[in-house]
């Protein structure tokens, strides 16, 4: 028999209990309160935005954040399509069918104890099942990382109006990355107001066509502040945010400097022959909700 | 820029009354709808016993708690969230909405397109936008959910809310071929080639 685990270390072993209480607190507390660093992003774009209509609006997204708080009600209607992130660290021992599962109750458990309105129905036969739950849905993308006896899951409700605000291309390599940037202003055009700015724009740069689409939602989701990790990637990002808000869309598609809070670039290794791009938008309302296990107990956060 | 208030339901004139850049707060009544429940009240030929004629819609699907029937919660439902959706998907429901029903009034965030524009300017409609994602506020100027029909489409059903000084909403687009969108849209491509050249795209 293999040795799995280090000698002498007590590996992180997690109830599956504990992850369907931690699933169905996150995706309510995700509703709820935004997290600091897009209520930061808010009053930087307050604090920049020139046109008058713009900054009514703003104001009233900021007066929501507020009053969501004090009356503990949902920032938005929209509950969205839940997505859970898992991110396993070594020295952990979990029954991985039974994550799966707990995670799926702790979704079904909010919807219905709340309630909470369920935004999940089937795509043919458009029949809602009442519990925010589907084929394949929620959806749990799971990743493995470095640090020791730690398991965070991250809540993300992902709203439809910035949803279907997504765009793939398989551009090809003579496209250049002048390609790319066209790509996402234009998308950024399309989408408008539709899409509930501001946004942050996700942009998924190479990999295969699903791989791009994802890294786009990563982007997409990923905290204000935080930058790729490539530097071109990272590069990229400051042009793009500057042409994006040069446009002149707005709050709600009615004008203003505030059409993004950012927008964020993650890059894949992708084919000699391929050159995908891809766009995926996150609304103002811009939520997300972590807990992290620890051999010390479970924190709850953003 | 004037402010006007308007007990639901409206008459054709006071909709030509306003004008892009306006506001208004609503009183009295409001009904909710979406894309299921325009799907099956258009395409599937399915009719409401709701008499919306010059009336105000809210493209949206609330969250709701089931509750006892009582005096102000006849549906059977109390609001625990109600805010709004995207407009955009629902564009072709416009004119059928104001011909066959009566509807005066489209609340929405986004704003819809050319063809909804025409049809407010042909039979005096309006849109009024509403700032999306931000339904905790919005729910407090819901009193009461009055009454649901087609609720077998729930959360999608056709809902009637009671309401108190729902607003301040911005005309967005009027009866008189006035659209904020199409004015913004016009000035966001006519940017766009400095945004690209500035990219270091030709």
Same mark, same amino acid.
């Given at each position: 028999m293999t040795l799995m685990t280090k000698a002498g270390v007590e590996p992180l072993r997690i109830a599956p209990e504990a992850i369907e209480e931690a699933a169905k607190l996150l995706y309510i507390r995700a509703l709820k309160v935004l997290p600091d660093d897009i209520k930061q992003g808010f009053t930087r774009l307050d604090a920049g935005e020139t046109d008058g209509t713009a900054k009514a609006i703003l104001a009233t997204m900021i007066e929501n954040i507020g009053v969501a708080e004090r009356t503990d009600n949902? #920032?938005?209607? $929209?509950? %969205?399509i839940p997505i859970f992130n898992v991110e396993i660290g070594r020295e952990v021992e979990m029954d991985g069918w039974a994550l799966k599962q707990a995670i799926r109750r702790g979704t079904e458990r909010a919807t219905k104890e709340h309630p909470?309105?369920?935004? !999940? !129905?089937?795509? =043919?036969?458009?029949?809602?099942?009442?519990?925010?739950?589907?084929?394949? !849905?929620p959806v749990i993308n799971l990743d493995f990382v470095e640090a020791e006896r730690v398991v965070r899951l991250e809540m993300i409700p992902k709203g439809s109006g910035s949803e279907n605000g997504s765009f793939l291309q398989m551009l =090809?390599? +003579?496209?250049g990355v002048a390609g790319v940037k066209r790509f996402v202003v234009d998308a950024a055009m399309k989408a408008g107001g539709k899409v509930c700015p501001p946004i942050i724009m996700g942009v998924g740069v190479g990999g295969t066509s699903d791989l791009c689409m994802h890294l786009a939602k990563v982007a997409a989701t990923r905290p204000l502040g935080s930058r790729c990790a490539d530097p071109e990637g990272a590069a990229l990002e400051d042009g793009l945010s500057e042409a994006v808000n040069s446009l002149g869309i707005g709050p709600q598609g009615?004008? %203003?400097?505030?059409? +993004?809070f950012a927008v964020h670039v993650e890059v894949a290794a992708t084919h000699i022959t391929m050159n995908p791009v891809a766009v995926n938008i996150q609304c103002h309302s811009a939520r997300r909700a972590s807990a992290t296990f620890t051999p010390d107990g479970v924190t709850i956060g953003f | 820029m004037t402010h006007h208030t308007l007990h639901m339901p409206c008459t054709e004139a006071q909709i030509r009354a306003l004008r892009v850049g306006d506001t208004v707060t609503l009183q009295d009544t409001l009904f909710g709808i979406r894309d299921a429940t325009q799907i099956h009240m258009f395409d599937h030929g399915r009719r409401t016993?709701? $008499? #919306?004629?010059g009336h105000a819609v809210i493209h949206t699907a609330p969250n709701v708690r089931k509750v006892d029937k009582r005096g102000t919660n006849d549906s059977g439902y109390e609001a625990v969230c109600i805010g709004t959706t995207t407009s955009d998907r629902m564009e072709r429901f416009t004119r059928p909405l104001m011909e066959?029903? %009566?509807?005066?009034i489209i609340i929405g965030k986004g704003g819809l397109r050319e063809d909804s524009l025409r049809a407010f300017q042909e039979l005096g409609g309006v849109y009024l936008a509403i700032i999306g994602g931000t339904a905790a506020l919005e729910t407090?100027? =819901?009193? +009461? =959910?009055?009454d649901v029909d087609l609720? $077998?489409?729930?959360?999608e059903s056709l809902w009637r809310f009671r309401i108190?000084?729902?607003?301040? #909403?911005?005309? +967005?687009? $009027?009866?008189?071929?006035?659209s904020l969108y199409a004015e913004v849209q016009q000035k966001v491509q006519d940017r766009r080639a400095a945004a690209l050249a500035k990219l270091g795209v030709a």
């Open positions: 949902l #920032l938005c209607q $929209d509950t %969205g909470l309105r369920s935004s !999940v !129905v089937h795509p =043919i036969t458009r029949k809602n099942e009442h519990t925010s739950c589907g084929a394949h !849905v =090809i390599p +003579a496209d009615l004008g %203003g400097d505030s059409t +993004a | 016993r709701f $008499d #919306l004629k066959r029903e %009566g509807v005066r407090t100027w =819901i009193e +009461a =959910i009055e609720d $077998d489409l729930n959360p108190r000084d729902f607003g301040p #909403l911005l005309v +967005a687009m $009027d009866s008189h071929g006035g």
